[in-house]
């Protein structure tokens, strides 16, 4: 079938800009004209509206929804989130607040207790070593009287039936007087 065809008539300088779109694109100035009339028809928009309100409509419309979106995310998740969480850090601050006091207390009861227990292990310590002491001091104290009462009896025995009384009065204060020195 054979199409009939139309003739539009315009200027000198429609035709250069014309060309220039058909040239860019690629295409027939026949095959862009009617591309062009076939975006017009179907999308619907004035050629001489350079804003293109249409396609702000369209780009404000979908911004609403999104602001709505984001709106009812806010209002549904995020604040009742970050309610919670303030709540939940509030709580924890409480807790730790306790713990810390708990646990300070404790310790300084411990330190206390620690402080008494080294006192009495000071004196435990002072009594065991004066103990020591005094067991070393009986100890030499008995050596040295056996040493003088072994020396006494082999002097007496020394000493005959013929010895005479001052001698062994000698002794027996010799003796005394070294007794006495321990």
Do not use: C
């Amino acid at each position: 079938m054979q199409e009939t065809l139309r003739t539009v008539k315009y200027s000198v300088s429609d035709d250069v800009k014309f060309e220039k779109i058909a040239l860019k694109l690629g295409r027939s100035k026949r095959q862009v004209f009617s591309q062009m009339v076939d975006y017009f028809y179907r999308s619907k928009k004035d050629p001489t509206d350079l804003n293109d309100e249409l396609l702000k409509n369209t780009i404000l419309k979908g911004q609403k929804e999104y602001i709505g979106f984001i709106k009812t995310q806010e209002a549904e998740l995020l604040i009742p989130i970050k309610r919670d969480s303030a709540r939940m850090i509030e709580a924890m601050k409480k807790i730790i607040d306790r713990f810390n006091g708990q646990i300070l207390k404790h310790n300084d009861e411990v330190l206390s207790n620690q402080s008494a227990q080294v006192k009495r292990l000071g004196t435990l310590h002072e009594v065991a070593t004066n103990i020591e002491m005094k067991i070393i001091t009986k100890e030499r104290l008995k050596k040295n009287f056996m040493l003088i009462l072994n020396s006494y009896i082999r002097e007496r025995e020394r000493m005959g039936m013929m010895t005479s009384g001052k001698e062994k009065e000698e002794l027996a204060e010799q003796t005394r007087k070294q007794i006495e020195l321990l």
